[in-house]
């Protein structure tokens, strides 16, 4: 006798959760009587286990990870759509993207 077994569905490919990202600005004041007042677009950015997932407007934007005590745990500059992070990294991050020539960054948390 033949069994069939229930239709199950697998998800392979996992999607990476999406970090939430704010704007912050470099110098308040702007130094030319403040930031700009056009629109921002915010970043897309995701991760999974240790692996960042980037849109490409990131390609050359400074990648900062700052510890709970605001100290610098790990830098690099984005060349890609996806970014290895030490598997070494355990807690809170603060997250900074950086773009270049720019007096706004995106920043949020990540939790490792």
Do not use: W
Request: net charge negative; aromatic share 10%; charged share 15%.
């Amino acid at each position: 006798m033949m069994m069939s077994l229930p239709h199950c569905s697998l998800q392979v490919n996992a999607v990476p959760a999406p970090v939430s990202l704010e704007i912050g600005y470099v110098d308040p004041k702007g130094g030319q009587g403040g930031p700009s007042r056009g629109p921002v677009l915010v970043p897309e950015m995701g991760i999974e286990d240790y692996t960042l997932s980037f849109d490409m407007s990131c390609y050359g934007c400074t990648l900062i990870l700052l510890d709970e005590d605001g100290e610098v745990a790990y830098t690099t500059i984005i060349t890609s759509d996806t970014l290895l992070l030490p598997s070494t990294l355990s807690g809170e991050y603060e997250i900074q993207l950086i773009p270049a020539d720019s007096s706004i960054y995106f920043y949020g948390y990540i939790l490792f």
